[in-house]
């Protein structure tokens, strides 16, 4: 009987260990299952995180070159207005800031990614305002320059009729200032004694010069003054003092003998005398004439 129950016994413990072993294998299968599950789903989270983190650095890296796109294009627009020039540089400054944050930022947020986005979206809108505004500007400026040059064209225009005006006018007063200029004839040159009668050198008193002015209705009326101007056979002036000058062609000149005349625009003969000093000799004398700034006779004449 005892050793029935012994065997009994035995075979209880027996059961409950195979019961204990059995539970243990299976903590341990399901242990295992665990343990193999959590490396898996560690594998693919880090996986995942690569992919995460590749595709961060990714946009980081296209985020960095469109800021270095924004600043080329900023260094490409040009103006002629220095406020708005001012503006660019300071935007170029926001462009350089960005772009060295960026650089020291780890490839680990998407988060800081978007506001990288959004910035720089903020940035394409004021280059894409500035853009708008430059290409007005050079239309403006291009309008304006077309106009400036309409405007030279116009002013050269002007300057050049105005040239043709101020040549036909001085043309046109060299023709009146010719045609109402006095003019002689019959210019003759002679030694007369003291009765006015004509005579040789070394009996000469006075030398007379004779000449007529011819009939001018475009010459000025009134007072004229006729100026004398006798060269020696030297080619020396003879001087009817050491005071004796007038001008012709903005140059002083000595004159002989003058007379005021009254011209009416009818002929008139006149006559004018120098009073002989001593200093005439024989041979070839010149004689001139002159009225307001122009010579009105020239003649020779000879002293025998």
């Known amino acids: 009987m005892e050793e029935t129950t012994t065997e009994n016994t035995v075979t209880e413990n027996t059961f409950i260990q195979d019961k204990k072993d059995k539970i243990l294998a299976i903590v341990i299968i399901a242990l295992s299952v665990i343990l193999i599950a959590l490396f898996v789903f560690f594998m693919l ?3 995942e995180n690569k992919e995460h983190i590749a595709a961060i650095h990714q946009e980081k ?5 469109e800021l270095a796109d924004l600043s080329h294009h900023y260094d490409e627009l040009k103006s002629n207005n220095d406020t708005l020039n001012e503006r660019l540089l300071m935007e170029q400054e926001k462009i350089a ?26 940035l394409k809108t004021v280059l894409r305002s500035y853009v708008v505004q430059i290409d007005s500007l050079n239309q403006l400026n291009q309008k304006l320059a077309k106009e400036n040059t309409e405007v030279r064209k116009q002013m050269t225009w002007v300057r050049e009729r105005n040239k043709r005006l101020e040549s036909q006018q001085k043309d046109m007063k060299e023709v009146i200032a ?9 210019f003759i040159v002679y030694p007369v004694n003291k009765k006015d009668k004509e005579t040789n050198w070394k009996k000469c008193f006075n030398l007379k ?9 475009t010459a000025k009326r009134g007072e004229r003054m006729i100026y004398l101007r006798l060269k020696r056979p030297d080619d020396k002036v003879i001087a009817f003092s050491e005071r004796s000058f007038f001008k012709y062609q903005n140059v002083s000149l000595t004159y002989s003998a003058k007379r005021e005349i009254t011209y009416e625009g009818e002929r008139l003969e006149v006559a004018i005398y ?11 004398y010149t004689a001139e004439l002159f009225n307001d700034n122009e010579i009105i006779g020239s003649t020779e004449f000879f002293l025998k």
């Open 45 to 47: 989270e880090r996986a």
């Open 61 to 65: 890296t296209e985020l960095e070159q």
């Open 97 to 122: 800031t960005l772009l060295d944050k960026m650089k020291k930022f780890r490839d680990n947020s998407y988060a800081e990614i978007n506001r990288y986005k959004k910035e720089i979206g903020t």
């Open 178 to 186: 010719r045609a109402s200029a006095l003019k002689t004839e019959n």
């Open 209 to 217: 010069a004779e000449f007529v002015i011819t009939k001018n209705i």
């Open 274 to 284: 120098w009073p002989n000093d001593g200093s005439l000799t024989s041979g070839k």
